[in-house]
């Protein structure tokens, strides 16, 4: 099987896709894939260092971008229509995937126009541009919630939720403790600042320790900042002589979340859908400016099962935010409550279902 994973951008559209990818060589060990996307996304960083081969395309954003941004976007789609077109020639797939964002668009498309199956997978409950005008042309489309369907044609609409990386349910607790220096018998507090990092969230952390010194002794943190924040960040914890492993990024998240007890993060699609295979406690803190406001919808709905605590960005600062933790951490029946609610909104297969859509779509084919 020959497979093009397009779009990218964010870790919310890239992880999946990633996810996507680790199913297909699980069950076709000979297949072949490539990512395209961008110079500027996520994947540029990311897939070289996992072994998967990446091909550039030119395109750039348009939504929310000014009238001239826009202009150079109509522009770039043009070439990267071409740029797709040779690229599905080289390599002549025998089905596309496009994982959202702007990347997705002109290869998806390009794919259609030389009768490719194709399916978009959709992780929010309001779809993007890119995907809405692709829902309308694609074979099939993969959605995660339920209410994501009227966006799209309901004959060609799966509910399947969002791809998750298979070592997320495999995690090395030993290896965890090495890599983050962990001490047994402490509680882990893991904080994700999305793969970009978060300022609001790294400043909220930062000015709660003063607040968190009575429990400074029973906790530990690994803390994804971003590079902008790295070095006043992690000169925070070491002010206080709090037990903390700071990274820029953390390549190894699998890890990470083994031996997290307790989850401080953004609220994006693919972190939820990670969070809740796994059955993590969890304090979210929805990004503001997502499109359509899906990470405040994302948040909302684990809240309303039990599965999350949830601050609004507005209202984060290091008070509220350490008075959440200690709500969590202090009564440790709340935190069990927490994990078993995100592990029954999980949906740990959905690799799985979107590989036998796709299998149906090329037995059509045939």
Same mark, same amino acid.
């Given at each position: 099987m020959r497979v093009i994973i397009a779009g990218g951008g964010t870790g919310g559209h890239l992880f999946p896709g990633i996810a996507l990818a680790e199913s297909l060589m699980g069950k076709y060990p000979e297949a072949q894939i490539?990512?395209?996307g961008t110079p500027k996304g996520l994947e540029a960083k990311v897939i070289p260092k996992i072994g998967y081969e990446l091909s550039f395309i030119s395109i750039q954003g348009f939504v929310g971008k000014s009238f001239s941004e826009k202009a150079k976007s109509l522009k770039s789609l043009l070439k990267s229509m071409f740029e797709s077109k040779n690229i599905i020639n080289s390599f %002549? /797939?025998?089905?596309?995937?496009?994982?959202?964002? @702007?990347a997705s668009f002109p290869v998806v498309l390009a794919a259609f126009l030389k009768k490719i199956p194709t399916i978009i997978l959709e992780q929010n409950t309001v779809p993007g541009l890119a995907n809405k005008l692709l829902g309308k042309i694609a074979s099939a489309v993969a959605i995660t919630y339920p209410e994501t369907i !009227? @966006?799209? /044609?309901?004959e060609k609409t799966y509910l399947t939720g969002t791809p998750i990386r298979r070592k997320?349910? !495999?995690?090395? =607790? !030993? =290896? %965890? =403790?090495k890599l983050f220096d962990i001490e047994e018998g402490r509680i882990t507090i893991l904080i994700l600042g999305g793969s970009l990092g978060a300022r609001k969230i790294n400043k909220a952390m930062t000015e709660g320790l003063s607040y968190l010194? /009575?429990?400074?002794?029973?906790?530990q943190i690994i803390h994804q900042t971003g590079e902008a924040d790295y070095n006043w960040v992690s000169n925070e914890y070491k002010n206080l002589s709090f037990r903390a492993t700071v990274l820029p990024f953390i390549y190894d998240m699998v890890e990470a979340y083994s031996v997290a007890d307790l989850v401080i993060s953004r609220a994006g699609a693919s972190t939820v859908a990670e969070l809740t295979a796994i059955g993590k406690a969890s304090i979210l803190i929805p990004y503001p400016y997502a499109a359509y406001n899906h990470q405040e919808m994302n948040a909302r709905r684990l809240l309303s099962r039990g599965a999350c605590e949830l601050i609004l960005d507005r209202e984060l600062n290091g008070e509220v935010l350490v008075k959440k933790i200690n709500k969590i951490l202090n009564k440790p029946e709340i935190m069990k409550e927490m994990e078993m609610a995100s592990l029954a909104f999980g949906k740990p297969y959905a690799g799985e279902k979107i590989i036998e859509i796709a299998e149906s779509l090329l037995r059509r084919k045939r």
């Open positions: 490539i990512f395209v %002549a /797939p025998d089905i596309v995937f496009g994982v959202g964002g @702007y !009227e @966006y799209f /044609p309901r997320i349910l !495999e995690g090395n =607790k !030993e =290896k %965890a =403790k010194l /009575p429990l400074k002794n029973r906790i």
